[in-house]
Nanobody, 128 residues
Framework: QVQLVESEGGLVQAGDSLRLSCEQS????????MAWFRQAPGKDREFVAG??????????QYADSVKGRFTISRDNGKNTVFLQMVSLNAEDTAVYYC???????????????????WGQGAQVTVSS
């Protein structure tokens, strides 16, 4: 089993920045990819960004809506993945979830069903 604990989200103004973190514990050696998803009220959970967990190289994937504004990174020594968000806007308002996949894909998958472990969620609210 793998446990994921996310940092708190927050209430920010449009144009502000915010960083989320997600710390793993447990059988972390079984994890191949980490990702962030988000879910706004009345909408499906959507992929935001993903990163490979193992290997020295960084393989990242981003949703088109966040490219150039969000950056996913990892610190394996701290068992932590980060999501740096800049130029936030009202459309970014959602509950953000950290997720971990134990499936050996070449790059981080974007389907939530391919992630076995989930954090508790962090509310991010952007006021315009």
């Amino acid at each position: 089993q793998v446990q994921l604990v996310e940092s708190e989200g927050g209430l920010v103004q449009a144009g502000d920045s915010l960083r989320l973190s997600c710390e793993q514990s447990g059988r972390t050696f079984t994890i191949y990819h980490m990702a962030w998803f988000r879910q706004a009220p009345g909408k499906d959970r959507e992929f935001v960004a993903g990163i490979n967990w193992s290997g020295s190289g960084r393989i990242t994937q981003y949703a088109d809506s966040v490219k150039g504004r969000f950056t996913i990174s990892r610190d394996n020594g701290k068992n932590t993945v980060f999501l740096q968000m800049v130029s936030l806007n009202a459309e970014d308002t959602a509950v953000y979830y950290c997720a971990a996949s134990n499936l050996r894909y070449n790059s981080p998958p974007s389907r939530p069903t391919l992630y076995a472990y989930w954090g508790q969620g962090a509310q991010v609210t952007v006021s315009s």
